[in-house]
T-cell receptor
Framework: TQLLEQSPQFLSIQEGENLTVYCNSS?????LQWYRQEPGEGPVLLVT?????EVKKLKRLTFQFGDARKDSSLHITAAQPGDTGLYLC??????????????FGQGTILTVHP | NAGVTQTPKFQVLKTGQSMTLQCAQD?????MYWYRQDPGMGLRLIYY???????DKGEVPNGYNVSRLNKREFSLRLESAAPSQTSVYFC??????????????FGPGTRLTVT
């Protein structure tokens, strides 16, 4: 079973602080995705990383895929209240009868206080 | 262009009752998914359909059945609801399967309570 472990599970910070969320696995993934979910809505894709060591930036958000493709991180610089939400990492199962399916980490609930 | 739509948005069932959750997408996607979301457990895949006419079990299929009615529609049925099935259910679609790294588009969810 391919598992994705996210940490921390909860993060409560003040506006302007920096933070990092981690997504770790003992398995190699061909790609990893990060989704953001707001209360009462479905998740929305932020980014997909596919190459080991890859770094992608989305405004104040920086995503990194580990060299061995077993882990990823999301770093937010100068967090704003609008960043509040549930952040989920996800990756595809590898082969066999699991081909084509996605597994999710348990999520990180981020609260940014004004 | 509505994306992924789900009905109903809220539902309360008594133990043993049955119901069908409806999902439709208008993006001409091949793959569709049903997930459940429980506190602290992220999203767990219930069933997956790679294309019209095919379905496959996910991580937590027990107590559920699905039908890929056509390319647009993918329904989830609870034959005999149990309190353990209280959850938020999300339908999603993608152009191809997750192995391609395709973005999954999610519906707004159905909040189900089983008493």
């Amino acid at each position: 079973t391919q598992l994705l472990e996210q940490s921390p599970q909860f993060l409560s910070i003040q506006e302007g602080e920096n933070l990092t969320v981690y997504c770790n696995s003992s398995s190699v993934f061909s790609s990893l995705q990060w989704y953001r979910q707001e209360p009462g809505e479905g998740p929305v894709l932020l980014v997909t990383v596919v190459t080991g060591g890859e770094v992608k930036k989305l405004k104040r958000l920086t995503f990194q895929f580990g060299d061995a493709r077993k882990d990823s991180s999301l770093h937010i610089t100068a967090a704003q209240p609008g960043d509040t939400g549930l952040y989920l990492c996800a990756g595809p199962f590898a082969g066999g009868t699991s081909y084509g399916k996605l597994t999710f980490g348990q999520g990180t609930i981020l609260t940014v206080h004004p | 262009n509505a994306g992924v739509t789900q009905t109903p948005k809220f539902q309360v069932l008594k133990t043993g009752q049955s119901m069908t959750l409806q999902c439709a997408q208008d993006m001409n996607h091949n793959s569709m998914y049903w997930y459940r979301q429980d506190p602290g457990m992220g999203l767990r895949l219930i069933y997956y359909s790679a294309s019209e006419g095919t379905t496959d079990k996910g991580e937590v299929p027990n107590g559920y059945n699905v039908s890929r009615l056509n390319k647009r529609e993918f329904s989830l049925r609870l034959e005999s609801a149990a309190p353990s099935q209280t959850s938020v259910y999300f339908c999603a679609s993608s152009e191809w399967g997750a192995h391609t790294g395709d973005e999954q588009y999610f519906g707004p969810g159905t909040r189900l309570t089983v008493t």
